[in-house]
Each structure stands twice: as structure tokens, then as C-alpha cells.
């Protein structure tokens, strides 16, 4: 069984502009998680989507964060303009659902990203 | 709201030595609790899982235990390697909503010493 995808996995962008990274679940998978991870700090949860709605955005900063997930399966997430704090590893996560029995995450290998 | 530390930060030790990570909520009402492995470069794995229900789940050399009422779960590595190195993070699903959202600590950094 496939992973969870992620690309790219590395990207430095200078302060002020503009970044997308990408996810593709795994199949049959109808919830997606995004998370942030500062160096020396655990994840933490930017967006949850069950299929194509958005669950879960309260930590999301929307004035310069985006998140969207067309047609309940890839997942991409948009920083614009970019900060040099919003340098992080960016970690996308899916599982088959949100019940109890459901519930097992499943993460990618991340996206590092260095502003500068 | 719910707030997960992880005590030590780091932690170096000799190959063949048994140790314990240390984990600790501030909110007893959670779903369950999780423990991941997090190696350089690569995403979370995860290691194991205890229900709220449970006091405790076995994989291999690893243990987790659960004591909600304290709000505290450890993870005991026995006979650690070398490769066990890595970044262990837990985590809890809590009672507040019903989204699966997690809640990590800030993990610990584990160092084994050939």
C-alpha cells in the first residue's frame, strides 16, 4: 500500500513570497490533516479536511495561509506572503476517518522549508 | 485547553541500557493516547497506541503505560540499540470535539551509544 506523498520535499523561498506544497493521501482515505512543525517542537494541526470540507481550521493563520482539497482527494497548502517564522517542516497526514475506530494517522515524510 | 510535555528534552545512554520517556496532559478526557518515532528527514511513525480505556500496550521491546487520572504515560525501551535513535513524540486525542486532532508534546530527542 502506498504512503502518504508529499512534494516537494525541500524548499527555500525568500521572505514576501509566495509557497504551495503538496499532498496525495493514501486511496480511501477521507480525512487529511496539515501540521506544523517548528525545529525543537512537536506538530502542530493547520487544517483537518474530512473529504473536500474543512473540519478543523482554528489554528490556521488565514491571513497569509490557504489550504484546499479539491474533489476529497490531493490536498494542497499555500503560504502568501511568506514569514521568516514560517520556516518549519510542513506534515501531511491522513487517515480513514475521525471515529474512534477510524482514527489511525498515517504521515508523510514532510516538506522542510526555510525562509529566508 | 489541552497542554502535552515531554520530560527529558534529550537523552543519551549506552547501548544495552533500559529507559523510560516520560509524558504528561493536563486534561484526563482524552480518546486515546499515542507514542510516535520520529527519525531526521521522514515523517511520524507510529509505535504504539493505548485507548483511554486501557492501562497499557506491549510491541516488541517497547512499552506504554497510561495513567489518566494522573495524566501521565511513559514509554520503556528495553535493551536499547543503536538504531532506536531517534525523535519520540506522544500525543492525545481529547474528548473537546470529535475530530481526531492531536495534541503532541514537544518530544525527546533519544541518543543510543554503540
Known amino acids: 500500500e502506498a504512503g502518504v506523498a508529499q512534494s516537494p520535499r525541500y524548499k527555500i523561498i525568500e521572505k514576501r513570497q509566495s509557497v504551495a506544497f503538496w499532498c496525495n493521501p493514501i486511496?480511501?482515505?477521507?480525512?487529511l490533516y496539515w501540521y506544523q512543525q517548528i525545529l525543537g517542537q512537536g506538530p502542530k494541526l493547520l487544517i483537518q479536511?474530512?473529504?473536500?470540507?474543512?473540519?478543523?481550521d482554528s489554528q490556521l493563520p488565514k491571513d497569509r495561509f490557504s489550504a484546499e482539497r479539491l474533489k476529497g482527494v490531493d490536498s494542497t497548502l499555500k503560504i502568501q506572503p511568506a514569514k521568516l517564522e514560517d520556516s518549519a517542516v510542513y506534515l501531511c497526514?491522513?487517515?480513514?476517518?475521525?471515529?474512534?475506530?477510524?482514527?489511525?494517522?498515517?504521515f508523510g515524510p514532510g516538506t522542510r522549508l526555510t525562509v529566508l | 485547553k489541552q497542554e502535552v510535555t515531554q520530560i527529558p528534552a534529550a537523552l543519551s545512554v549506552p547501548e544495552g541500557e533500559n529507559l523510560v520517556l516520560n509524558c504528561s496532559f493536563t486534561?484526563?478526557?482524552?480518546?486515546?493516547l499515542q507514542w510516535f518515532r520520529q527519525d531526521p528527514g521522514k515523517g511520524l511513525t507510529s509505535l504504539l497506541l493505548?485507548?483511554?480505556?486501557?492501562r497499557e500496550q506491549t510491541s516488541g521491546r517497547l512499552n506504554a503505560s497510561l495513567d489518566k487520572s494522573s495524566g501521565r504515560s511513559t514509554l520503556y525501551i528495553a535493551a536499547s540499540q543503536p538504531g532506536d535513535s531517534a525523535t519520540y513524540l506522544c500525543?492525545?486525542?481529547?474528548?473537546?470535539?470529535?475530530?481526531?486532532?492531536?495534541?503532541f508534546g514537544q518530544g525527546t530527542t533519544l541518543q543510543v551509544k554503540p
Open positions: 497526514a491522513s487517515s480513514l476517518g475521525m471515529s474512534r475506530e477510524a482514527d489511525t494517522q498515517y
Open positions: 486511496s480511501g482515505h477521507a480525512t
Open positions: 479536511f474530512q473529504n473536500n470540507g474543512v473540519v478543523d
Open positions: 493505548i485507548q483511554s480505556s486501557q
Open positions: 486534561d484526563s478526557a482524552i480518546y486515546n
Open positions: 500525543a492525545v486525542r481529547d474528548l473537546s470535539g470529535n475530530t481526531g486532532k492531536l495534541i
